[in-house]
């Protein structure tokens, strides 16, 4: 007993004795930088304000399991990207799969079009708008092929690479109204073809296994209650969707051979009712819940009262944008990963990887949005790529907190409603190191000081407007 207590504590060999810390600013003066390590004490805060934080990196502090960080992949990303010269973007997605940049272990697809391809908007099977039951017409087209190559490319730099895929729609002849966009009147399913969207999820699939892109979950509809006239949606309530995956998607995915998952909602946090209401139907086939940031009143303690009420699920952050044109604050990435993580989020990902300087491409129209700037943006003209800090922000997460990596419990964080504070989430990661990342709203430096429930402390000092991520040395290693 003693023995095995001991092993269980033993350090890994290649754990890092040597405590660092990486800072990424407002003011663009550090990013992904090195910064002032840590220091085992106290410390010396001469005049800095000072904080502290406390973390509990012993078994009672274990909360979730990190999956991974990354973006949305849509079609203005492949595009984009793909406008390149071919060294360039090999070197770009070098960047962002692996530790030498971003090191991103999660991506989302958009399942053909989103707001945020180019005019037309389409489906895998259009079949000229009619009925096509038996999938004749069934295929990824241009944009689909380019955006499994695409993914591909991505998994083979990060083989751990969880891919998530969701419909902005379904092909029109599925839906009662027949069209991909342009009205809300019957945009929902014909519940003549509740076979035919099953399979529609296990022929995409498939077929993108075929590309060499495993889809590791599907939600099977974006933002279910948001329906819009101006680009590809459809609604879908809580109890039909609840059914939709036990009674058809679920099984169609099975019978297929298929392991992937299905995420519910996909949808704000202000109606936690609808996924409360689908794992209660379809707990079966359902093993997690993805949340967006855009409700009004946003609140990712909804998280927390979800896990209190599921333990078992897993929960995603998989949508929340990030803007230069409507500019979002420089904090958005840091608050949209830090809330989720804070909450029992395994994962978060960005709206949207990659655009051109015009926020594009995307379809025509008022509906689609037309100030989504990904986290990379190019420049085809000049074939140039620039990162943006939403981007180094994300980064200071995803680079240093491996798939794998246990969220710990901790106090300390506080915001201000002035938008003014100190947050803070720490990890438990496989190789026995810690990372503390700490986000600090001030427009000063903060001198942080860190108490760990294994009975260490840590100071050091935090950048004004800044994300700062210590990588500590595995408990007792120094
Ligand atoms: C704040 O802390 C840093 C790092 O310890 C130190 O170099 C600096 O002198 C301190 N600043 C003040 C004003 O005391």
């Not at 908007?121 to 038996?134: F, H, I, R, T, V």
């Not at 933002?223 to 609604?235: I, K, Q, W």
């Not at 409360?276 to 359902?286: E, G």
């Not at 506080?414 to 026995?432: F, I, K, Q, R």
Request: proline residues 6%; contains cysteine.
């Amino acid at each position: 007993m003693r023995f095995s207590t001991l092993l269980l504590h033993a350090i890994p060999a290649t754990a890092a004795v040597t405590p660092k810390a990486y800072a990424s600013s407002s003011d663009g003066v550090y990013k992904l930088s090195q910064y002032y390590a840590p220091v085992k004490g106290s410390g010396t805060p001469g005049s800095n304000s000072t904080w502290k934080l406390t973390i509990d990196d012993t078994a009672s502090g274990h909360k979730q399991t990190i999956k991974g960080f990354g973006a949305a992949v849509t079609d203005a990303t492949v595009a984009v990207f793909n406008a390149l010269p071919a060294a360039k973007r090999s070197t770009l997605l070098n960047e962002l799969m692996t530790s030498a940049g971003a090191n991103f272990a999660m991506m989302r697809h958009t399942i053909a079009s989103s707001d945020l391809s180019a005019d037309p908007s389409y489906s895998y099977d259009d079949a000229g708008g009619k009925p096509d039951p038996s999938f004749t017409s069934f295929n990824l087209g241009d944009r689909g092929n380019a955006m499994a190559t695409m993914l591909a490319q991505m998994k083979a730099l990060q083989p751990g690479l969880t891919v998530v895929g969701s419909p902005w729609s379904p092909p029109a002849w599925m839906k009662l109204n027949r069209v991909l966009q342009g009205t809300t009147v019957n945009n929902n399913l014909d519940h003549t073809y509740v076979s035919q969207f099953a399979q529609y999820f296990v022929k995409y699939i498939q077929a993108y296994q075929a590309k060499g892109v495993n889809i590791d979950a599907i939600t099977i509809q974006n933002e279910p209650l948001n329906s819009n006239a101006g680009f590809p949606t459809m609604y879908i309530y809580a109890d039909e969707s609840g059914n939709l995956i036990q009674q058809n998607i679920g099984p169609a995915l099975r019978n297929a051979g298929l392991n992937t998952a299905v995420w519910a909602w996909d949808h704000n946090t202000d109606v936690p009712s609808y996924p409360q209401t689908v794992l209660n139907t379809a707990s079966q086939y359902t093993s997690a819940v993805a949340w967006h940031c855009y409700a009004p009143n946003n609140n990712w303690g909804v998280l927390t009262d979800f896990h209190n009420s599921n333990p078992g699920t897993e929960q995603y952050m998989t949508e929340c944008w990030t803007s230069e044109d409507a500019p979002t604050p420089w904090y958005q990435a840091a608050d949209f990963t830090m809330g989720p993580l804070q909450n029992w989020a395994s994962g978060v990902m960005a709206w949207t990887l990659g655009t051109d300087e015009n926020d594009g491409p995307h379809l025509a129209g008022n509906g689609p949005c037309a100030q989504c700037t990904g986290l990379v943006v190019t420049n085809a003209a000049a074939g140039t790529y620039r990162y943006r800090v939403d981007y180094y922000m994300m980064a200071q997460f995803s680079r240093f907190i491996p798939k794998g990596a246990v969220v710990l419990s901790g106090t300390g964080s506080y915001s201000y409603s002035s938008s003014s504070g100190l947050e803070s989430v720490a990890t438990l990661n496989p190789d026995g190191t810690r990372t503390v990342v700490i986000e600090n709203k001030f427009a000063n430096p903060v001198y942080v000081t860190v108490d760990t429930k294994s009975g260490e402390t840590w100071s050091g000092l935090v950048y004004t407007n800044s994300v700062v991520t210590w990588v500590l040395p595995a408990a007792g290693a120094v």
